[in-house]
């Protein structure tokens, strides 16, 4: 945690609490961003059989999922520093975002299934 | 993300400071559950959504040519209505963490459990009605 020479930070290893909330919350980010691979990854099987448009969301859905799944790293450190300095962790931004690509995915699913 | 605080039932009733400067800064703890609560009902919207896609695309066709469509635009329209709002309801128990307050109710999940029994019981519905046609 405190060697900060060369390199990312090595990933901190010491518990917080004893009900280990950061790496609970770190592993809810993880779940999510699976979700979001899953979600594209049926965009993509669909936009396979024949219905190319759908590359396009499904691409942008994984991509999704991928900034996700790393974002919960990043979390999990933005906690531990919140934490030390004795702010709260909340993160509006992050909130937001997600809660407006989900929407955004549900909009393009109810195209999907009403259009095609 | 204006038009998603706008989405908030009760923006309007008083002049609000934002969520994160009232109150004192709470547990972390408290936060971090919030935020897991928050993704929880994110990953409900993605399965609801998955599921509304799939009935259609994968599903074969019941009798009733319209079944699967129903089916797929009743579970999606949750899952939007679920994403829409939550950033809001997110909002609201930081509020309301921040501020020692009892957590705002909410009637979402008896409106999902409601939503999903009626998409269960018309996917029910829909299978009889195939079951007796091909019997009849």
Redesign the interface.
């Known amino acids: 945690m405190t060697s900060r020479a060369g390199g990312p930070p090595p990933h901190p290893t010491e518990q917080l609490?004893p009900?280990v909330?950061?790496e609970?919350?770190q592993l809810?980010?993880q779940?999510?961003g699976l979700?979001?691979a899953?979600?594209g990854a049926?965009?993509l099987r669909?936009a396979f059989r024949g219905h190319l448009a759908l590359a396009v969301p499904g691409l942008l859905t994984l991509l999704a999922a991928a900034l996700l799944t790393a974002r919960a790293e990043h979390r999990y450190r933005a906690?531990f520093a919140?934490?030390r300095q004795?702010?709260?962790?909340?993160?509006?931004c992050a909130?937001?975002t997600?809660?407006?690509l989900?929407?955004a995915?549900?909009?393009t699913?109810?195209i999907?299934?009403?259009v095609? | 993300m204006d038009w998603l605080r706008r989405l908030r039932p009760r923006a309007g009733a008083r002049p609000r400071q934002p969520a994160h400067t009232v109150g004192e800064e709470p547990d972390y703890r408290f936060s971090l559950a919030n935020e897991r609560t928050f993704l929880a009902w994110i990953r409900t919207a993605l399965a609801l959504l998955a599921g509304g896609v799939a009935v259609v695309q994968l599903v074969p066709t019941f009798s009733i040519g319209w079944a699967r469509h129903l089916l797929g635009i009743a579970l999606i329209v949750l899952a939007i209505a679920i994403a829409a709002t939550s950033y809001a309801r997110w909002q609201r128990r930081e509020r309301a963490i921040r501020l020692g307050a009892p957590l705002p109710p909410t009637r979402l999940p008896s409106l999902t459990a409601f939503g999903i029994a009626a998409v269960m019981v018309l996917a029910l519905v829909f299978v009889l009605v195939d079951a007796a046609r091909g019997r009849g």
């Open positions: 609490d009900g909330q950061s609970r919350t809810a980010w779940r999510t979700g979001f899953a979600i049926l965009f669909l906690t919140a934490v004795g702010h709260s962790p909340a993160d509006h909130v937001a997600t809660a407006a989900t929407a995915l549900g909009l699913a109810l999907v299934i009403l095609l």
